[in-house]
């Protein structure tokens, strides 16, 4: 499926604060440390894929129940896909089979990507760092946006494919966030 790049929307904030409101309640018995909108819809004025991204951010000790209380509210654990420290949940009503650029669930609801993400880990250092930096620095936000444009443009057919053609912009941005050569080659891998 083709990915879809939109301007920002102000009312990603606000479907962010309802999903956040839903979790703590499936969550209300395990003790997790936050949750958190990351990603491009996170960022104002930033073009980005109408997919929300969230880090649910806990210990390690937390990190098995966190898993059940979101497999018994019907989110499908995808496991760490390749990422140490973070394990991706499609949200219910999102099938399996799904590809991830699908924008919206049966019921209507914005699509999402939920990561259970373990504090201190490196994943949850890139979510946080890449928002920190493209918050601060409206020219390599613009420029992070021209490229997902750019990709948006060529139509480009899959997550994959996408993901590969940010990883330039998204190891500068790193970079900037003080990331040493070592990080930004595991984030190089990961991406390729």
Same mark, same amino acid.
């Given at each position: 499926?083709?990915?879809?790049?939109?301007?920002? $929307?102000?009312?990603?904030?606000?479907?962010?604060?309802?999903?956040? #409101?839903?979790?703590?309640?499936? !969550?209300?018995?395990?003790?997790?440390?936050?949750?958190?909108?990351?990603?491009?819809?996170?960022?104002?004025?930033?073009?980005?894929?109408?997919?929300?991204?969230?880090?649910?951010?806990?210990?390690?000790?937390?990190?098995?129940?966190?898993?059940?209380?979101?497999?018994?509210?019907?989110?499908?654990?995808?496991?760490?896909?390749?990422?140490?420290?973070?394990?991706?949940?499609?949200?219910?009503?999102?099938?399996?089979?799904?590809?991830?650029?699908?924008?919206?669930?049966?019921?209507?609801?914005?699509?999402?990507?939920?990561?259970?993400?373990?504090?201190?880990?490196?994943? !949850?250092? $890139?979510?946080? #760092?890449?928002?920190?930096?493209?918050?601060? #620095?409206?020219?390599?936000?613009?420029?992070?946006?021209?490229?997902?444009?750019?990709?948006?443009?060529?139509?480009?057919? #899959?997550?994959?494919?996408?993901?590969?053609?940010?990883?330039?912009?998204?190891?500068?941005?790193?970079?900037?966030?003080?990331?040493?050569?070592?990080?930004?080659?595991?984030?190089?891998?990961?991406?390729?």
């Amino acid at each position: 499926m083709k990915v879809v790049i939109e301007p920002h $929307n102000p009312a990603w904030e606000a479907e962010f604060a309802r999903v956040r #409101d839903d979790l703590h309640k499936i !969550l209300e018995d395990v003790p997790i440390l936050s949750i958190e909108h990351v990603g491009s819809t996170s960022i104002p004025g930033l073009s980005a894929k109408p997919v929300l991204d969230i880090d649910i951010v806990v210990t390690p000790d937390t990190l098995a129940a966190t898993r059940v209380a979101l497999i018994a509210a019907e989110y499908v654990d995808f496991g760490e896909m390749g990422v140490p420290g973070r394990v991706a949940f499609r949200q219910p009503g999102h099938e399996r089979s799904q590809a991830a650029t699908a924008l919206i669930d049966k019921s209507g609801a914005m699509r999402r990507n939920t990561y259970v993400v373990v504090e201190g880990s490196a994943a !949850l250092k $890139n979510h946080r #760092d890449l928002k920190r930096v493209l918050m601060q #620095d409206v020219a390599l936000r613009k420029e992070y946006g021209d490229v997902k444009q750019h990709l948006a443009a060529r139509e480009v057919q #899959d997550v994959d494919e996408y993901c590969r053609g940010k990883n330039d912009i998204l190891l500068k941005i790193l970079k900037g966030a003080g990331w040493n050569e070592e990080e930004l080659e595991e984030v190089r891998k990961a991406n390729q």
